[in-house]
């Protein structure tokens, strides 16, 4: 699918990745800043990057994953505002949050190809997960956004659950 509209003005275009194993756990790290902060993998669009190529790049960077394929990805941008004091610090105050294509990947690799250990690392630790948990530890102001993710998924969560584990 293509998405030819812009995201939202004052917002930071990004992508959001849904990573499932096999059994439908859901990826998520915690991040180095901020303890307790658990999300998904995300991360900017470059300039003149698609946003298919930005989740897979993305998803290397701050997971080390190369080993998955694209389920799905979503046809609207989804966008959140960071706390104001958050979004005069973050990328230099000129965005008030960001706006974020969605996709769903199942991982197709084995524990050894996750490593957060990367040039630029995000999270301190990572697990996997399932959706009532992560929206219990996701920040408030993701809260809502990763339960329309989750929704819009639904059928990939549930297909990929029917299988076994990954490890």
């Known amino acids: 699918m293509i998405l030819n509209t812009p995201p939202p003005s004052g917002y930071r275009p990004c992508v959001g990745i849904l990573l499932l194993d096999s059994a439908g756990a859901i990826f998520v790290g915690e991040r180095i800043d901020r303890p307790d902060a658990w999300q998904m993998p995300q991360g900017g669009i470059d300039k003149g990057e698609t946003a298919t190529e930005a989740v897979f790049r993305e998803l290397k960077e701050e997971t080390g994953i190369e080993a998955a394929e694209l389920l799905g990805i979503s046809g609207i941008w989804r966008s ?3 706390p104001p004091a958050l979004a005069a610090k973050a990328w230099g105050g000129r965005f008030r949050g960001q706006a974020q294509l969605w ?3 199942r991982f197709t690799g084995t524990r050894n190809d996750i490593d957060i250990q990367t040039e630029h690392a995000e999270f301190s630790q990572w697990k996997w997960t399932d959706p009532t948990t992560l929206l219990s530890e996701i920040v408030d102001f993701k809260r809502d956004l990763y339960a329309e993710v989750l929704a819009e998924f639904q059928t990939h969560i549930t297909q990929t659950s ?5 490890t």
């Not at 029917?162 to 990954?166: A, L």
């Open 103 to 105: 996709s769903a990947l």
């Open 162 to 166: 029917r299988t076994p584990p990954t």
């Open 80 to 82: 959140y505002d960071l």
